[in-house]
């Protein structure tokens, strides 16, 4: 079992950056890919992002040219930066380890990220 524990996010005004961080406590090369998702309450989580294992990346239309995912093998670490943030960026951000059509996906706890001048 591997725990993913986010950080990085908090309050930022529109136009700002972020950087958000997820931490696994193991390896993350034997997944298929990391990612990060978002919700607000009422709605459901959606892909914000995501980079395989062989490093390819797939971003969300909304986020596109505005984010940057990124990972670390070394420190099994992955990153997602946020650029010129806008109030409906404003979510709990979770991130994803994808395990295979055949096991369920690790989670983490969530970061709230909140866009607001």
């Known amino acids: 079992q591997v725990q993913l524990v986010e950080s990085g996010g908090g309050l930022v005004q529109p136009g700002g950056s972020l950087t958000l961080s997820c931490a696994a406590s193991?390896?993350?090369?034997?997944?298929?890919?990391m990612g990060w998702y978002r919700q607000v309450p009422g709605k459901q989580r959606e892909l914000v992002a995501a980079?395989?294992?062989?490093?390819?990346?797939n971003y969300a239309d909304f986020v596109k040219g505005r984010c940057t995912i990124s990972r670390d093998n070394a420190k099994n670490t992955v990153y997602l930066r946020m650029n010129s943030l806008k109030p409906e960026d404003t979510a709990v951000y979770y991130c994803?380890?994808?395990?295979?059509?055949?096991?369920?996906?690790?989670w983490g706890q969530g970061t709230q990220v909140t866009v607001s001048s």
């Open positions: 980079i395989t294992s062989g490093g390819r990346t």
């Open positions: 193991g390896s993350i090369t034997s997944l298929i890919a």
């Open positions: 994803n380890g994808d395990r295979g059509r055949y096991y369920p996906d690790y």
